[in-house]
């Protein structure tokens, strides 16, 4: 790959490689090579400007989790080595929760969880970032009620006005990468059907999946056909039923050996004003 380190054979490499070398053979100082200076970072908790703050954040959650393993399920890629390219990398996380830190007093508890990171690179340096951790897989294995635990995290930082914005389209901060994925026909197919649901066309539901789909849902719920994706598409959709859908990123792909995957970074945009997943809200909050 022009621009990369040989020892990487190719970008999947790349990505499942420094994120081993960073957290698991404790290369933190990797960072300032692997992450770009003014990297943006973002996560539904926060906007992070720079390695130096993505340095100290590893550091924190290795200090509370120091036997934590990231094992990479998959990398959905899309560009080339010389304009750049942006993965999509599916991990599947466990941890020990065994010190004090941003989770509370240490509960020895032994957590299973999964990440999904996009990030783009250029030249062996990662300069756009955006990351989905399932904080409520977390903290439900921890003993917190997700509600809970966002009160108390933000009663911690010193108040609604004090604590750490979460990110919005409000808070949001451009990075280098323009891009939108590619034109291959099965991201092209996950986006329309991400679309449908969210128009509230459920009977594609059992229309595209299988009976014996395997899925996997925030909150650390696995569940296995129909019922389980409606029960979830359903109940998020319920809970923002005027919210405003975007698709930001689609890729798809066929490799060799490997079955058509596609990988699409979407969002909504609107008010709690449902019953759903997370209850009535009263307030309508965004």
């Known amino acids: 790959m022009k621009g990369f380190d040989s020892k990487f054979k190719d970008f999947p490499d790349y990505i499942i490689g420094i994120t081993h070398e960073i957290w698991e053979s404790r290369g933190l100082s990797t960072l300032h090579e692997y992450y770009s200076d003014d990297i943006v970072v973002r996560s539904p ?12 954040a590893t550091m924190a959650t290795l200090a509370e989790f120091p036997d934590r393993q990231l094992l990479g399920e998959d990398v959905i890629w899309s560009g080339s080595p010389e304009e750049g390219m942006h993965s999509s990398h599916r991990i599947f996380s466990t941890a020990t929760h065994a010190h004090d830190g941003v989770y509370g007093a240490a509960t020895g508890t032994k957590l299973r969880y999964r990440i999904i990171a996009d990030t ?3 030249n062996n340096q990662i300069n756009d970032e955006w990351l989905i951790r399932d904080q409520g897989a977390i903290v439900r294995q921890l003993g917190w009620d997700p509600k809970a635990y966002a009160a108390d995290l933000i009663a911690r930082e010193g108040g609604p006005e004090q604590a750490v914005q979460p990110l919005t389209p409000l808070t949001d901060l451009p990075g280098p ?14 986006a329309q059907l991400i679309t449908r649901i969210m128009g509230a066309e459920f009977s594609v539901i059992p229309a595209e999946y299988d009976r014996a789909a395997q899925t996997v849902y925030p909150g650390g719920h696995d ?28 890729i798809g792909r066929e490799d060799p050996m490997m079955p058509p ?26």
């Open 45 to 56: 908790a926060s906007v992070v400007i720079g390695n130096r703050n993505t340095i100290a």
């Open 120 to 122: 783009h690179a250029i």
């Open 177 to 190: 990468y323009k891009g939108c994925g590619n034109d291959k026909a099965w991201g092209a197919h996950y």
């Open 223 to 250: 569940g296995t056909g129909h019922g389980s994706a409606d029960s979830f598409w359903m109940g998020l959709r319920s809970a923002f039923p005027d919210a405003e859908l975007t698709i930001q990123h689609v």
């Open 261 to 286: 995957r596609a990988a699409v970074r979407w969002s909504l945009w609107g008010k709690h004003s449902g019953w759903g997943a997370f209850g009535l809200s009263c307030l309508g909050y965004r």
